[in-house]
Structure formats: structure tokens, C-alpha cells
């Protein structure tokens, strides 16, 4: 009987250290999440901040109190682009007469190019652009942080905090395209123009004569391209300019335009 006993009270001593044990680990995991999440959101803050100050004469403070205020306490997928409306009134766009670089599935091409030549800019070479730029996040019902995890993809949502973010800021760039404007496209696609795109469903539907006087499509080619500048798509893009604007294309290999990027002495233009 008293080896029986003492048999249980092992049992149950064992039984208790475990739970302890248990206990213990749920309690440490929370703890080392809790402070990487901390540490995550401190990081984008960071991340957002040192970039934003590279951009003189901005109160990236201000900036961000707006950036914020579009998505906290809302439900990841329900961020309309609209939220976005006071940091753009925050953050606007300079007025970039003849020098504005629009780009679809071009993005390493268009970023090379104008990385190297300071007379165009892209979206993401504004200052909203810029300190967003790769970067993921979103809010929470009943919370005021800012997530940097658990958010939807750009395809899970409609209206997740991200796609709104950038779906507003092309608008406003498409907004401010004034003079020539220039977009890089795809010559190794079969449609290099795709109304689906956000150049095709916001920012080219921005453009208006006579603020806009031509565009510029560069359509970027390779030795494995299948268009050229009669591609159906083109001429669609060209047809459902608004009336006024006027239209040129140009077909432009890859490697000219990585060539004539590297030389300071040539201007932009002279590169298509």
C-alpha cells in the first residue's frame, strides 16, 4: 500500500512539474514575441523615419502621423485608397514637367535607368515612394499599432493597407504628369500595355490635355522579344489617350539603354 501511495505522489509530482514546465514555455514564447513584434514595428518606424530624412525640408514627423492614421484601427482588408488622401496633402508631389517615368514590368530596367540619369523620376523616387518602397504593413481593429506581420498579400485584398497605399499614390503621381511624359513597357511580353495594370487603370487615365501634351512609350526590347511598337495593346494605349495628347513610340533594346544610362555626357532623351 505505501509503495502504491508513494507510486502516485510520483505520478502527480511529475504531472505538476510538467504543467509547470508547460506553463513556463507558453510564457517565455509570449515574452520573445511580444518583443519581436515590439522590435519589428520599431524597425519599420526606423526604416520610414532615416529614409524619409534623407528628403530635405520635410517634417517627417508630420508625415508619419498621417501615414498612420490611414490604416490603424481599421481591419487589414478594409483600407480604402481614400485613407491616404491627408498624407498625400502632407507629402505632395513637386510639379516634374517633362521629367515624370512611369513603368510597367519594367521595374529593374526603368530603376537602372533612372538611378543613373537624374532627369527622370519614378514613383518610388518621390519621397511617399521612396520610404514605402518594399516595405509591408497594416493595422488592427481596436488598436492603434502599426503590423509589419500577419498582413494580407497584395493579392489576398482589395483594399489591404498596402495595395490602397500604392493604388493612391499612383493616382497622385498620375495627377501630377504634366508636359512629355514617359512610361517604359515590356517588348518581351505579348501585351506590353494592360489596362489591368496600374499604369492602365489609374495612371494613364490621369493624364488630360492640355496639361499633358505627348507621352512617350519606350518599349523596352531584348533578342527574345515578341511586339514592337504596332502591338495591338500600343495602339489601344494610343487610342484611349485623352484627346489632345499626342503619341510616339519607340522601340529601344535593353542594352542601349544600360549603355546610355552609363554615359554622364548624353542627355535622356537621346537614349530612345
Given at each position: 500500500?505505501?509503495?502504491?501511495?508513494?507510486n502516485?505522489?510520483?505520478?502527480?509530482?511529475?504531472?505538476?512539474?510538467?504543467?509547470?514546465?508547460v506553463?513556463?514555455?507558453v510564457v517565455i514564447?509570449?515574452?520573445v514575441?511580444?518583443?519581436t513584434?515590439?522590435?519589428?514595428?520599431?524597425?519599420?518606424?526606423?526604416i520610414?523615419?532615416?529614409?524619409?530624412?534623407?528628403?530635405?525640408?520635410?517634417n517627417?514627423?508630420?508625415?508619419?502621423?498621417?501615414?498612420?492614421?490611414a490604416?490603424?484601427n481599421?481591419?487589414?482588408?478594409?483600407?480604402?485608397?481614400?485613407?491616404y488622401?491627408?498624407?498625400?496633402?502632407?507629402?505632395?508631389f513637386?510639379?516634374?514637367?517633362?521629367?515624370i517615368m512611369?513603368?510597367?514590368?519594367?521595374?529593374?530596367?526603368?530603376?537602372?535607368?533612372?538611378?543613373?540619369?537624374?532627369?527622370?523620376k519614378?514613383?518610388?523616387?518621390?519621397?511617399?515612394?521612396?520610404?514605402?518602397?518594399?516595405?509591408k504593413?497594416?493595422?488592427?481593429?481596436?488598436?492603434?499599432?502599426?503590423f509589419?506581420?500577419?498582413?494580407?498579400?497584395?493579392?489576398?485584398?482589395?483594399k489591404?493597407?498596402v495595395?490602397?497605399?500604392?493604388n493612391?499614390?499612383?493616382?497622385a503621381?498620375?495627377?501630377?504628369?504634366?508636359?512629355?511624359?514617359?512610361?517604359?513597357l515590356?517588348?518581351s511580353?505579348?501585351?506590353?500595355?494592360?489596362p489591368?495594370?496600374?499604369?492602365?487603370?489609374?495612371?494613364?487615365?490621369?493624364?488630360?490635355?492640355?496639361k499633358?501634351?505627348?507621352?512617350?512609350?519606350?518599349?523596352?526590347?531584348?533578342k527574345?522579344?515578341?511586339?514592337n511598337c504596332?502591338n495591338?495593346?500600343l495602339?489601344?494605349?494610343?487610342?484611349?489617350?485623352?484627346?489632345g495628347?499626342?503619341?510616339?513610340?519607340?522601340?529601344?533594346?535593353?542594352?542601349?539603354?544600360?549603355e546610355?544610362?552609363?554615359?554622364?555626357e548624353?542627355?535622356?532623351?537621346?537614349?530612345?
Amino acid at each position: 500500500m505505501e509503495r502504491r501511495e508513494a507510486n502516485r505522489q510520483e505520478k502527480r509530482r511529475k504531472r505538476y512539474c510538467l504543467i509547470l514546465a508547460v506553463i513556463l514555455l507558453v510564457v517565455i514564447l509570449a515574452i520573445v514575441l511580444g518583443v519581436t513584434l515590439s522590435k519589428t514595428r520599431d524597425d519599420f518606424n526606423t526604416i520610414f523615419m532615416e529614409r524619409c530624412q534623407k528628403f530635405k525640408g520635410y517634417n517627417c514627423q508630420k508625415i508619419w502621423d498621417a501615414f498612420q492614421q490611414a490604416y490603424v484601427n481599421r481591419d487589414r482588408c478594409d483600407v480604402p485608397p481614400e485613407a491616404y488622401d491627408p498624407l498625400i496633402a502632407t507629402a505632395p508631389f513637386e510639379s516634374l514637367c517633362n521629367r515624370i517615368m512611369f513603368w510597367s514590368k519594367t521595374k529593374e530596367v526603368v530603376h537602372d535607368f533612372t538611378g543613373k540619369k537624374g532627369c527622370f523620376k519614378t514613383v518610388e523616387d518621390t519621397l511617399l515612394g521612396s520610404v514605402l518602397n518594399g516595405l509591408k504593413w497594416c493595422g488592427k481593429n481596436g488598436s492603434s499599432e502599426t503590423f509589419t506581420t500577419v498582413c494580407p498579400t497584395w493579392e489576398e485584398c482589395e483594399k489591404s493597407a498596402v495595395r490602397s497605399f500604392w493604388n493612391r499614390v499612383s493616382a497622385a503621381f498620375g495627377d501630377a504628369a504634366c508636359g512629355n511624359v514617359t512610361v517604359m513597357l515590356n517588348g518581351s511580353i505579348d501585351t506590353p500595355f494592360s489596362p489591368a495594370s496600374i499604369f492602365g487603370s489609374i495612371e494613364v487615365k490621369k493624364f488630360k490635355s492640355p496639361k499633358v501634351k505627348n507621352l512617350n512609350v519606350v518599349l523596352v526590347t531584348q533578342k527574345n522579344s515578341v511586339t514592337n511598337c504596332t502591338n495591338e495593346s500600343l495602339q489601344n494605349l494610343m487610342m484611349g489617350l485623352d484627346k489632345g495628347i499626342g503619341y510616339r513610340c519607340f522601340e529601344v533594346p535593353d542594352s542601349h539603354l544600360k549603355e546610355c544610362g552609363s554615359d554622364p555626357e548624353k542627355p535622356c532623351g537621346v537614349c530612345w
